[in-house]
């Protein structure tokens, strides 16, 4: 049997269904702006860094082969989990789900789309639907962070502040700890331009470095306590500084796996855990 795919268009989302895999799109040229300028920043610093400090020192023996390979590990990473992170379900609902009937109490009607929904799921604007326990709508992935691709979104926000600090100190060691370079060809554009080139790279460095740190730590706080950052801006959590639940449930959760190993590897396929939609207080 061929391929079977199937397109449909609801709002400005759109999903692309692949032998039960579903591919999430949104249309929003906002989104592609934002997750364009973030691609970018990791083509100049996976081009430019390897070919101006990694490859040069290596030749001259002033790095192991082991740095060289951390740094694309860590590069890989992070383009796998953006990309991941931009085109996975965040958990949107269809239209006619099916309800359990030992849940049903724990479902609500959406006053915007008119759909059932379990509490702690809301309706995102910007996409047109409705999402099990959204946290927010981020324009840098162009999607929607929720129940299935939070864990996504976590792995994008580790490896990017992993591969921004590997670029900030190896721009560093460059010029104040490794030896000089022997062996320079000033006939290529980038060694001419060596130290713009490191400029720039450092800056685009420090910047997303710590923006993404606050955002990391912001999305670790939430899952320590259980609350998503929409029902933090509600404020319709009570002690929404104490944990609800041990971390390591919490994050089993969003990972959708107790193997914590697995927590960092976003080449896989999440299989959450069953866990009741139901919450104390919720929106």
């Not at 989302?13 to 999430?24: A, E, K, N, V, Y």
């Not at 789309?113 to 047109?128: E, L």
């Not at 721009?171 to 490191?198: G, I, M, Q, S, T």
């Amino acid at each position: 049997m061929g391929l079977r795919e199937y397109l449909f268009f609801l709002g400005r989302d759109t999903c692309l269904c692949s032998m039960g895999q579903r591919i999430h799109f949104v249309v929003d040229p906002q989104g592609w702006c934002c997750m364009g300028l973030i691609i970018l920043a990791w083509l100049y610093n996976t081009v430019f860094i390897p070919k101006v400090i990694l490859f040069p020192h290596y030749e001259e023996g002033n790095i192991s082969v082991v740095a060289v390979l951390c740094y694309y590990f860590c590069s890989l990473f992070c383009i796998g989990s953006l990309l991941r992170a931009s085109v996975a379900d965040p958990g949107k609902l269809p239209e006619n789900p099916k309800i359990p009937i030992t849940e049903r109490e724990y479902w609500e009607l959406c006053n915007k789309c008119n759909m059932m929904r379990p509490k702690r799921s809301h309706h995102c604007s910007r996409c047109g639907h409705c999402v099990r326990r959204m946290d927010h709508h981020c324009p840098w992935i162009n999607n929607c962070v929720g129940e299935d691709n939070h864990w996504l979104f976590l792995q994008l926000c580790f490896y990017t502040q992993i591969l921004s600090s590997y670029t900030l100190i190896l721009d560093f060691c460059h010029y104040y700890y490794f030896l000089p370079l022997k062996k320079e060809n000033w006939d290529v554009f980038v060694f001419r331009h060596e130290l713009a080139v490191l400029r720039i790279s450092a800056f685009m460095g420090l910047i997303i470095l710590g923006g993404i740190s606050r955002l990391f730590y912001t999305q670790l706080m939430g899952i320590f306590t259980d609350t998503t950052g929409i029902e933090k801006m509600s404020n319709c959590c009570e002690d929404i500084s104490r944990p609800r639940k041990p971390w390591q449930q919490t994050f089993s959760e969003v990972f959708g796996t107790h193997w914590k190993i697995l927590w960092f590897i976003p080449f896989r396929q999440r299989q959450p855990l069953r866990v009741p939609y139901h919450f104390a207080n919720h929106v």
